[in-house]
């Protein structure tokens, strides 16, 4: 699920296959070689996180001004797709990290950084006092609901959803319900009530209109409206191109439609964030590039370090790798199954299917004819892997 960016911070909430690991330390070949393009601390943004964390170091218990620095960093993290960002805010909230009870504003951003390390009990539980010390916390409810959905509890979560009546904005309310309807059962419909949602709901900001715009292109693609999928992304796109989710989601689509060669220039000056290495690697691959196995080199070694470290939060996307860039389905679909465990969002159930599919996993297959059973998922872009497995909802 795409986070949710209404004005500045408001609800911030990480898809965790958006904030990739570090690589490792890696020695070009080649001294001419660009590594990494630093951020120039002429840039705005740089600028104003500059001046808050000089502020906060001269007044490192003041808890609005760390909690505003926290929340600058944590969107950041999602523009750029840099997990470094997150142990900033993480250092920004110090003094009240370890507490029990901590104040309320501690209390959401620890849940939304716990979150993007798939610390989804600990979240909740942050997320739980929340809204007992305030019941019109929106920012709570609607990040209790992405947490419930990502780990596949639909019925807790419509029930957060439920708790944003007359607390937010229609849109934000019927797109928080239709997400979960989308995949359980109603998916068609659900997309087409969210889009005439949004058609009538002129007076959106955009922030709004991009977190739904991206959400309509998602539920398009799994409904098999190929047209309607790219108009959305595009009218997300117009309002911003530098989105690590909406880029992974639009590079998704279009590697679906073999349009890798759009991939391509897309991606080649954002491959910091893995889940963008990722999706340059497939395209470097699909349209046969010479670049193609330094990319997948490049990768190997950020799975590598990531596995070092213990780092599991990663393992859709290196199922993927595997399965795709690899040629390792065994390995695969054991990665898939231990993702599986943790988080069920359709990425995770499609990658899930795949492996399945690759491997001939019995475990793996009883898994997706599981889901499919539970949720009636309807999605379009796994129909013929799912006719491979020889399940169908």
């Known amino acids: 699920m795409p986070p949710f960016r209404p004005i500045r911070f408001l609800f911030a909430v990480l898809a965790c ?3 990739p690991a570090l690589a490792v330390p890696y020695l070009p070949k080649d ?7 630093l951020p120039s601390r002429a840039d ?12 906060l170091n001269a007044a490192p218990n003041n808890v609005a001004l760390a909690a505003t620095l926290a929340q600058r960093y944590i969107e950041q993290a999602r523009i750029d797709g840099d997990p470094r960002y997150l142990g900033y805010a993480e250092a920004a909230l110090a003094p009240w990290w370890k507490l029990a009870q901590p104040p309320e504003q501690v209390l959401v951003l620890r849940a ?10 600990a979240a909740l539980a942050d997320l739980d006092q929340a809204v007992k010390r305030d019941s019109g916390n929106v920012q709570a409810w609607i990040t209790r609901a992405t947490v419930q959905m990502i780990t596949g509890d639909f019925t807790a979560a419509k029930a957060s959803c439920m708790r944003l009546y007359s607390r937010a904005p229609q849109l934000v309310v019927q797109t928080c319900l239709s997400n979960i309807a989308n995949v359980t059962g109603q998916g068609p419909a659900s997309y087409r009530q969210l889009a005439a949602s949004l058609a009538a709901q002129r007076d959106a900001t955009p922030a709004i209109r991009i977190w739904v715009s991206t959400l309509l292109a998602e539920m398009a693609a799994r409904a098999g409206d190929v047209p309607g999928a790219e108009s959305y992304y595009k009218a997300a796109l117009a309002f911003d191109q530098s989105d690590s989710y909406l880029l992974a989601a639009w590079s998704d689509f279009l590697l679906d439609q073999g349009r890798a060669a759009e991939v391509v220039p897309l991606l080649k000056d954002k491959t910091r964030a893995d889940a963008l290495l990722l999706r340059y690697a497939l395209a ?4 046969r590039s ?3 196995g330094a990319q997948v080199e490049a990768l190997r070694a950020r799975f590598d370090a990531a596995m070092l470290r213990g780092d599991t939060v990663h393992q859709r996307e290196q ?3 595997a399965l795709a860039l690899r040629n390792q389905p065994a390995q695969a679909v054991q990665l898939a199954k231990l993702n599986w465990a943790v988080q069920k969002e359709a990425a995770d159930f499609r990658i899930l299917a795949e492996t399945a599919a690759a491997s001939g996993d019995a475990e793996a297959r009883k898994l997706v004819a599981d889901w499919l059973n539970k949720t009636g998922l309807q999605d379009q872009t796994v129909a013929s ?6 399940v169908a909802p």
């Open 385 to 390: 892997t799912l006719r491979r497995l020889k």
């Open 112 to 121: 939304t950084l716990r979150q993007s390390t798939h610390q989804f009990p």
């Open 31 to 37: 001294g001419r070689q660009v590594v990494e393009h």
């Open 290 to 292: 010479p670049l193609a």
């Open 17 to 19: 296959c958006a904030l």
């Open 319 to 321: 199922a993927r790798y």
């Open 44 to 55: 705005p943004v740089q600028r104003e996180l500059l001046r808050l964390r000089t502020e």
């Open 284 to 287: 470097l691959q699909a349209v």
